[in-house]
């Protein structure tokens, strides 16, 4: 079966530091991946996904991740955070059985002002 | 963007009681619902696939008859909890399915229960 592991439970940042969240899947054929967002007291919002094609891929809020399939990685990325990116990150693979998502077990991310 | 509504946003009951969870897509036409529930401090994990006129498919351990899922039209998904126990409480997140490509969710803003 499928899975996906968030290595880093919680990370602490400055604001201005660089953000790299990591994230692994365990299947090996064709994959779909999503980085999702969940701020405090709000839904699950989508940051980006990658289906094919260029495997660095850009989301919204200056958000990117790399698709590296020899890592079986799909890690986050943000090269300057700020205190509103304080926020729970999931990354997920879609099942390639019923469509729906598999998620990671999330990175809560504070950064401090 | 596409807009997922859920009703009650919160709801506290007495153990025994049922609960029904509503779950509509409010500007697109959802052929497929999911329901997951999120424990704290751990990720969502799938309870069920819902297609619209049929019966949902359930995930291993996940009872059928104490999570009753119906999807009657092409916009709403309810989920009733029968017979709530403590143990039930928790947060229940709804997504839908926009269209057969692309395989995008867009997620609900979820349903805290608290059963007591």
């Known amino acids: 079966a499928q899975s996906v592991s968030q290595h880093n439970h919680h990370v602490i940042l400055s604001e201005a530091a660089s953000l790299e969240l990591g994230c692994n899947y365990s299947y090996g054929g064709t994959v779909n991946l999503f980085w999702y967002v969940q701020y405090p007291g709000q839904h699950l919002q989508l940051l980006l996904k990658?289906?094919?094609?260029?495997?660095l891929v850009k989301g919204i809020k200056g958000f990117e991740a790399e698709f590296i399939k020899s890592k079986f990685s799909f890690n986050l990325r943000k090269p300057s955070v700020q205190w509103s990116d304080t926020a729970e990150y999931f990354c997920a693979v879609l099942s390639g059985s019923q469509g729906n998502l598999i998620f990671g077990k999330g990175t809560k991310l504070s950064v401090k002002p | 963007g596409a807009v997922v509504s859920q009703h009650p946003s919160r709801v506290i009951c007495k153990s025994g009681t049922s609960v029904k969870i509503e779950c509509r897509s409010l500007d697109f036409q959802a052929t497929t619902m999911f329901w997951y529930r999120q424990f704290p401090k751990k990720s969502l994990m799938l309870m069920a696939t819902s297609n619209e006129g049929s019966k949902a498919t359930y995930e291993q351990g996940v009872e059928k008859d104490k999570f009753l899922i119906n999807h009657a039209s092409l916009t709403l998904s309810t989920l009733t909890v029968t017979s709530a126990h403590p143990e039930d409480s928790s947060f229940y997140i709804c997504?839908?399915?926009?269209?057969?490509?692309?395989?995008?969710?867009?997620f609900g803003p979820g349903t805290r229960l608290l059963v007591l």
């Open positions: 997504s839908a399915r926009d269209g057969w490509v692309q395989e995008t969710q867009y």
């Open positions: 990658y289906f094919s094609g260029d495997p």
